[in-house]
């Protein structure tokens, strides 16, 4: 059984366009979180959210928006493409919030 | 924020030989996570582990937080343990920038 998952895992896309990538646990857990890595392999947090509530929001650009419909998922949006979003973004989801962490397998956008 | 600082940068061992992976924090920290990114790029749970010693296997790690520091421990090491190993506090939600680390045969 898969923990935390996301989909997809591959994401070739170009400039400009408009793609969402998904995230789903089936933990119970009641916090998740999106971070980006980058070709540096640095992991940088970019949202949690709580009981579906937004509580951390790093500065990120606002054409990235997450969304939480339920507690088991998070899903990312990610508006107008640019060559600086090629990263590995990873779903993660802990029981409680700053809890321990479980990762989802990532995903790797490629803007061409 | 906490800066979270991860030495040696590189590591390249032995198969069968011991290391030890280092975590410095800048300020107290209730919450600390040592993670494995295989080569896959899968980012595996090692220790969850803000203050103590824990031991799974062949790693174990230890948290000093009056002294902020980390420690993770891996003895007879494995080809498969190659990867980059990093350091996570979760006050501040930091990753350390990461050890990595090659187990030659």
């Known amino acids: 059984d898969t923990a935390v998952s996301q989909t997809p895992k591959y994401l070739v896309t170009q400039m400009g366009n408009d793609k969402s990538i998904k995230c789903e646990q089936n933990?119970?857990?009641?916090?998740m979180y999106w971070y980006k890595q980058d070709s540096k392999k640095f992991l940088k947090i970019m949202f949690s959210?709580?009981?579906?509530?937004?509580?951390i929001n790093e500065t990120v650009p606002n054409r990235f928006s997450p969304k939480s419909p339920d507690k088991a998922h998070l899903n990312l949006h990610i508006n107008s493409l640019e060559l600086g979003d090629s990263a590995v973004y990873f779903c993660?989801?802990?029981?409680?919030?700053?809890?321990?962490?479980?990762f989802g397998p990532g995903t790797r956008l490629t803007v061409t | 924020g906490i800066q979270v600082e991860q030495s040696p940068p590189d590591l390249i061992l032995q198969e069968g030989a011991n290391s030890t992976l280092r975590c410095n924090f800048s300020?107290?920290?209730?919450?600390l996570q040592w993670f494995h990114q295989n080569p896959w790029g899968q980012l595996i749970n090692l220790f969850y582990?803000?203050?103590g010693t824990k031991q799974n296997g062949r790693l174990s790690a230890t948290t000093v937080a009056t002294e902020r520091y980390s420690l993770l421990y891996i003895s007879s090491s494995q080809t498969t343990d190659s990867g980059v190993y990093f350091c996570?506090?979760?006050?501040?939600?930091?990753f350390g920038a990461g050890t990595r680390l090659t187990v030659k045969p």
């Open positions: 582990i803000p203050s």
């Open positions: 933990l119970g857990h009641d916090t």
């Open positions: 959210y709580n009981n579906k509530e937004l509580i």
């Open positions: 300020d107290s920290v209730n919450n």
């Open positions: 996570a506090v979760f006050n501040d939600m930091r």
């Open positions: 993660a989801s802990s029981q409680r919030v700053f809890g321990e962490q479980y």
